[in-house]
Structure formats: C-alpha cells, structure tokens
C-alpha cells in the first residue's frame, strides 16, 4: 500500500508541477489530452479562492476530483486490476468496485496534494501503439533527481483517458492487481462469492479509515 501511495503522489505532483515540454502533431493527442487535464488541476489549485485557505480545502478538492475524472478512465482502470475475473462480477458488482476503487484512491492521494514542494514536471515523449492505445513519457525534476513516470492511454470514442500510471517501473494497474489477486479466489463458484463479498468488505473498510483518518487532521 505504501508503494501505491507514492505512485499517487507522483501524479498528483504531476498535476502541480506540469511545465510542457514538448508540442504535439494532432489536434487532441494523447499527450494534449493529458496535458489539459494537468492544467485544468494547476488552475484550480492557483485560484486565489482556494489557495491557502483551510476552509476551502474541501471544496478545491471536489473540484480536482471532477478534473481528474474527466481524463482518467476508472472503469478500464478497475477492469486491469481485476483483471479476467471482471468476466463474472455482474454489471452491479462491476459498478459498486468502480465506485469503491475509485474512492480508495481519491481517499489515498488527495489528502497529500500539501506534500508539493518544488518539483518540476517535463512531458518528453508520446507514442502511439496499435491506434487505440498510447503512451507519454514524462520525468518529476527536483534539484536532485529525475523520476520517470509512465502514463498510459486509450482511445474511446475519440477520446484519449488515462488507464494506468507507471512510477520507476512499477505500474499502478499491476500493484493493485497483485494485492486484488490475493483476495480473489476462483477456484469454485462459492469460493468466488465469498471472496468477492470480502473484496467489497475489505474496500469499503479501506475507504471508510481512510475518511476518518482525514477527518482528524
């Protein structure tokens, strides 16, 4: 977990720090897409009406947490970390993951939006694989080092969403479905609900200690 929160960190750094670096070839192109969802996030955190006010905190993050949303695509997110047994959650079940996995990580890295410091975000390079599916490499500058981060993306309907994010070679969507894997039994159908009874349970326990820890600060 403490990896995954470091992976979330770097994004919402990125979403701070963006500066780009590289101009695109097409009209809406992937790294285009990314970069305007990064600048959306920049301009509601420099908006006076919000900076640096504590009272207002709650409502800038709702607002990053629309922007986010408009260029994440959590449903391909939810349905990598699951990985094939997404197969057999019913649409509902489906559903209710989207919404608890979602809420996980808005839980797990938004209340750190405050540990940016002075970094630097370069946009180096887009790739485009197979039509659908691209790539943008971009590096978190401090004074000290430079970290790679990996975001992937997929076309749908015309639209580039970001589905995975890769810090230091160690992606999101893997990291999650390695820990999912672990609950997730499938060897039997009444193995399989029960365990997915105790994915939903264990989330909605995550979420819920997360909510109450944030609440005390």
């Known amino acids: 977990m403490k990896r995954i929160t470091t992976i979330f960190l770097f994004l919402v750094l990125t979403c701070l720090t963006a500066s780009y670096c590289v101009a695109s070839t097409t009209t809406v192109s992937p790294m285009e897409r990314l970069h305007s969802g990064v600048q959306g996030v920049i301009d509601v955190l420099n908006n006076p009406e919000y900076k640096g006010i504590p009272d207002k905190q709650g409502e800038m993050n709702a607002k990053v947490r629309e922007i986010i949303k408009d260029f994440f695509n959590f449903r391909e997110l939810s349905k990598r970390t ?36 002075s970094e630097k975000v370069s946009f180096d390079k887009e790739t485009i694989i197979q039509d659908k599916y691209a790539q943008v490499d971009t590096r978190i500058l401090s004074s000290s080092k430079s970290i790679p981060v990996v975001y ?66």
């Open 82 to 117: 699951i990985g094939r047994p997404w197969l057999n959650f019913s649409s509902k079940e489906q559903d209710r993951f989207i919404s608890l996995f979602t809420q996980l990580l808005e839980e797990t890295y938004l209340g750190k939006i405050g540990s940016y410091s």
């Open 152 to 217: 992937r993306l997929k076309l749908i309907n015309s639209v580039w969403d970001v589905y995975d994010v890769k810090v230091e070679g160690i992606s999101l969507v893997n990291n999650y479905r390695s820990q999912f894997a672990g609950i997730l039994d499938t060897s039997s159908n009444d193995k399989f609900e029960t365990s997915k009874k105790n994915l939903f349970e264990r989330l909605e326990q995550k979420c819920q200690d997360l909510k109450n820890k944030q609440n005390k600060k």
